[in-house]
């Protein structure tokens, strides 16, 4: 009695360290997840769907460039489909369960890596066209640009064996704890998609490497490699004297600093993040920088919107391509259409003239491969 | 327009998931940092376990007491010392339940 009378006096003031909920981050991430997500994901699948129906039905004979372009598109087209079922699951306290946690996660760190790599090829295409042009012939062989994007593809997803393998599906011990010991109360389980390990040594291991990696091949390389080739495409193009000089230098540089701009952000807070995993923090200023996270990465996501018209629409024959399309969907919707509108009046005379004024296009190839 | 139409309908469904799924964040919480000084054993009600080889950078204790949870350094010897002190009430508790098992106690 007299112990716990003593401890009454001195000790009850004492100062808990609650664990850390990151509230603001919390309202940052339904926000965003919501509303700035959503929108990527919509705006994302249009476009990229447009450059794969582009492709996919007029484009007979493909350059090394198109190969890729189509290959950056259906990344970032996976990407834009995994994107809204990894909120919905985030939100349902993953609801679709522990298939569809490493599936996503896995598909997620695919696209990213295949993503980016292709980016980096893309320069390194136009820098052997532009630069090397004697060379350009050999190497780019529509054959030799379908081996590189399947090593691309195999290389995106060597690197994401890890984040397969140690993401799983789950209810993290401590609150698991909680609902057994705290209220009586049932609560539903709490189920989360994160890494988790089976020593400590490979946790240890796997949460630096997963972000270093990350780091290193998600966007030094590429930055790398493209700032050396855009260099150089640069310097080349200064010194021709060519009436497209300067389109061509805009889009350059566009890329560039679109691509620094969406990921630069990011990847520091994602290095300043990993650098700081393991020590001890503040729960404020572990909340900001996960805000900080939360908003860089959207600004990272928006770039897949961004692909379809930092590379494929800014080429005159891509849009000459579309453009195609567009006036084909048209004419065959008026096909299906004003048949039934003019019926009354006219006869089929008049639809097949119309048809075949307006969708002259239709037989001759109006733009140049 | 249509786009538009679809957008209007992705965010509503969006937000309606978003008012079904109100629920606690707890299971997103970390300990980060661990308390300083000795916490007083009869505060406590009970603990958990934090493990860094799931989703949080580090390992605790975390004890739950009359004003809250605390996160507490499991390599300090009065923190393993309470989770064995915990452990044995249970112990104690789950003997004599057992031992009063047939007896009238047993019949609620």
Known sequence: MDLCFMYNLTDLDYDIVEPCSFQNNNQVERFVWLYIHSFIAILGFVGNSLVIVTYAFYKRTKSMTDVYLLNVAVADLLFVAALPLIVYNELTSWSMGPVACKVLRGCYSVNLYSDLLLLACISADRYVAIV????????RSLPYS???????????????????YFYSWYEPLHAR?????????SRSPQYVCEFRFYND????????????????????????????CYTAVIVTLQRARNFQRHKALRVVLAVVVVFVLCHLPYNITLLYHTVNMFEQQECEASDALQVGKTVTQTLAYLHCCLDPVLYAFVGVKFRNHFRRIVQDLWCLGKR?????????????????????????????????M | MVSVKAAVMVITVLTLCLWVTRTSAAHRECCLRYMKKKLPFFVIKGYSVQDKREMCPINAIIFHTRKGKTCTDPKLNWVMHYVNLLRNKAQIVHTEAQSNNGSFFSSS
């Open chain 1, 132 to 139: 090397q042009a004697r060379r350009s012939f050999r190497l």
């Open chain 1, 146 to 164: 379908r081996v590189i994007c399947v090593i691309v593809w195999t290389f995106a997803i060597l690197l994401s064996v890890p984040t397969f």
């Open chain 1, 177 to 185: 704890d909680d609902v057994h010991q705290w209220n009586g109360t």
């Open chain 1, 201 to 228: 040594t490979v946790a240890w291991i796997t949460k630096v490497t997963v972000p270093s990696t990350q780091l290193a091949v998600g966007f030094f390389l590429p930055l790398l490699v493209m700032t050396f």
């Open chain 1, 336 to 368: 299906y259409i004003s048949p039934r509108r003019f019926s009354r009046v006219t006869s089929e005379v008049y639809v097949s003239t119309r048809r075949s004024v307006d969708c002259s296009s239709e037989n001759g190839s109006s733009f140049t």
